[in-house]
C-alpha cells in the first residue's frame, strides 16, 4: 500500500511538472508570436515611410532638376553679379538679389515673369540706352537722349586703363561683374596689359573674347 501511494503522488509530481513547462512553453511561444507580429507591423511602415520619404525627394528635386541654378545680372541693378537661386525662381527674383533696380534702370526693358534657366545672363537695360537704340533705328546714327551725335569714332573702352568698374559700367552685353574680375586678374597676372584678342579670348573665353572686340581697344 504504501509503495502504490507513493507511485502515485510521484504520477501526480511529474504530471503537474509537465502541465507547468507545457504551460511555460506555450506562453513563451505566444510571446515571441506578438513580438514578431509587432516587428513586422512596424518594419512594414517603416518601409512604407522610407518609400514615402524618397518619393518626395525626388519629387522635390524634379526627378534629377537641379535644386538650385547660377545666373548673371549686369547693367541697371544696384548689385551685378553672378547669383545662386532656387530652381523655378524668376527674373524678379534675381533683381531682388542683385539689390533692385537702380534709378536710370528702364524696368520695361525685362520680363520679371520669365522664368531664369540655369546659365542665364541678363541685362536690365537704362531708359537712356533704350531712348538712344530707338533713335539710332529711326534716324540711322547714334545719338545722346539730349539729341547729340554720339559718333565720335572713339567710343570703345580702353581695355588696359579700364578699372573694374569702368568695364561694368560699360554695359558690354554678357560682361558682368564676374567677367569684369576675370578681365582684370588676367591682365594683372600677363604683366599688366591685354596685348591681343588673343588675350580677351584666354581671360573670358573663345565666345566672350572675340565679341568684347568690338567695344574695346587695345593701346
Known amino acids: 500500500m504504501n509503495n502504490k501511494k507513493i507511485i ?38 517603416f518601409t512604407e515611410n522610407k518609400s514615402e520619404a524618397s518619393y518626395n525627394t525626388v519629387d522635390e ?9 547660377n545666373a548673371q545680372i549686369y547693367g541697371e541693378v544696384k ?78 573702352l580702353d581695355i588696359n586703363r579700364a578699372t573694374e568698374d569702368d568695364i561694368i559700367n560699360k554695359k558690354i552685353p554678357g560682361i558682368g561683374k564676374g567677367i569684369a574680375e576675370k578681365i582684370i586678374k588676367f591682365r594683372q597676372s600677363n604683366g599688366g596689359r591685354i596685348n591681343s584678342e588673343k588675350d580677351m579670348e584666354t581671360a573670358i573665353g573663345p565666345n566672350r573674347g572675340k565679341k568684347i572686340m568690338d567695344y574695346i581697344e587695345i593701346n
Do not use: W
Open 79 to 156: 548689385k551685378p553679379g553672378v547669383y545662386t537661386l532656387e530652381n523655378g525662381k524668376m527674373v524678379k527674383d534675381l533683381i531682388d538679389k542683385a539689390g533692385g533696380f537702380t534709378e536710370n534702370a528702364d524696368c520695361f526693358s525685362i520680363n520679371g515673369a520669365k522664368k531664369i534657366s540655369d546659365g542665364d545672363d541678363i541685362e536690365v537695360k537704362s531708359k537712356t540706352q533704350n531712348t538712344t537704340q530707338g533713335a539710332a533705328a529711326i534716324g540711322g546714327t547714334n545719338v545722346n537722349a539730349d539729341g547729340t551725335n554720339t559718333n565720335t569714332g572713339n567710343d570703345k
Open 8 to 45: 502515485g503522488a510521484t504520477l501526480i509530481a511529474v504530471i503537474f511538472i509537465v502541465f507547468l513547462i507545457v504551460g511555460y512553453t506555450i506562453q513563451k511561444s505566444k510571446k515571441n508570436m506578438d513580438y514578431n507580429d509587432i516587428s513586422v507591423y512596424k518594419g512594414s511602415n
Open 61 to 69: 528635386s524634379g526627378g534629377g532638376v537641379k535644386k538650385v541654378i
